[in-house]
């Protein structure tokens, strides 16, 4: 191979690009995507079902 040819790793370095994007998308996707889908379709109800109940105490006083 000559010093003025292109080698041939320079001709991978476009999918290699691409790839990289993909890869991106799909880790922020695999993150973002199940989070939503949870907020999305869990009942609005279980707020309440968390929330600590307090009752007075009234024999307390003296």
Excluded: C, H, N
Aim: charged share 20%; aromatic share 6%; glycine share 4%.
């Amino acid at each position: 191979m000559e010093s003025g040819e292109p080698s041939a790793s320079s001709a991978d370095r476009p999918p290699q690009r691409l790839a990289d994007f993909v890869g991106t998308a799909i880790a922020l996707l695999t993150l973002t995507l199940p989070i939503w889908v949870i907020a999305r379709y869990s009942p609005s109800s279980s707020v309440e079902t968390l929330q600590l109940k307090s009752y007075p105490l009234q024999g307390l006083r003296d």
